[in-house]
T-cell receptor
Framework: GAVVSQHPSRVICKSGTSVKIECRSLDFQATTMFWYRQFPKQSLMLMAT?????????EQGVEKDKFLINHASLTLSTLTVTSAHPEDSSFYIC????????????FGSGTQLSVL | SQKIEQNSEALNIQEGKTATLTCNYT??????LQWYRQDPGRGPVFLLLIRENEKEKRKERLKVTFDTTLKQSLFHITASQPADSATYLCALLINNNDMRFGAGTRLTVKP
């Protein structure tokens, strides 16, 4: 099946710094990628839909200036958490659909962000 | 309001028994419903998809049912094994692109 690679898997940073998370589709092209946030024992919450070559679509309540998304190529989307604060600590996961099979979502392995 | 509820946060069963997980939804009309497995600290992995016009779908030891009248899906794992221990998420396709997830049921299969 299609593989989505996400890096880093874990990051610890000081409050006020920015953190970039990368999501790559390794063996397929993804015109659309999705970014989720997950708190312990809670559901995946969709943050934004990343569209190659255009602006991301953010869900209600998600600050676009706080969570910068760039989808510059068909295989790479990045999420930058700017000026991170402890309340941004969470598990961030990206996903993508393989163009040949639009129904399944393939997920990255997630990034655990801890802001001190 | 729209909700997706997986009724049990946690389910403990004995090895060899059948695990049954429930997903209920309100105020959605999904074209299809999916089940994913998520291990701790990992991203979800796709297991099964069932469409609105399908009643049941099977894959090896897994079985999914979908009742659009009751707005419910049941996910069964037969002959459960300790390796089946994980969190299982149901997900609904709401429109062409939008998937919404339940909070998941954490299944523990004891040897």
């Amino acid at each position: 099946g299609a593989v989505v690679s996400q890096h880093p898997s874990r990051v610890i940073c000081k409050s006020g710094t920015s953190v970039k998370i990368e999501c790559r589709s390794l063996d397929f092209q993804a015109t659309t990628m999705f970014w989720y946030r997950q708190f312990p024992k809670q559901s995946l919450m969709l943050m934004a839909t990343s569209n190659e070559g255009s602006k991301a679509t953010y869900e209600q309540g998600v600050e676009k200036d706080k969570f910068l998304i760039n989808h510059a190529s068909l295989t790479l989307s990045t999420l930058t958490v700017t000026s991170a604060h402890p309340e941004d600590s969470s598990f961030y996961i990206c996903s993508a659909r393989d163009g040949g099979n639009q129904e399944k979502l393939f997920f990255g392995s997630g990034t655990q962000l801890s802001v001190l | 309001s729209q909700k997706i509820e997986q009724n049990s946060e946690a389910l403990n069963i004995q090895e060899g028994k059948t695990a049954t997980l429930t997903c209920n939804y309100t105020n959605y009309s999904p074209a299809y419903l999916q089940w994913y497995r998520q291990d701790p600290g990992r991203g979800p992995v796709f297991l099964l998809l069932i469409r609105e016009n399908e009643k049941e779908k099977r894959k090896e030891r897994l079985k999914v049912t979908f009742d659009t009248t009751l707005k419910q899906s049941l996910f069964h794992i037969t002959a459960s094994q300790p390796a089946d221990s994980a969190t299982y998420l149901c997900a609904l396709l709401i429109n062409n692109n939008d998937m919404r997830f339940g909070a998941g049921t954490r299944l523990t299969v004891k040897p």
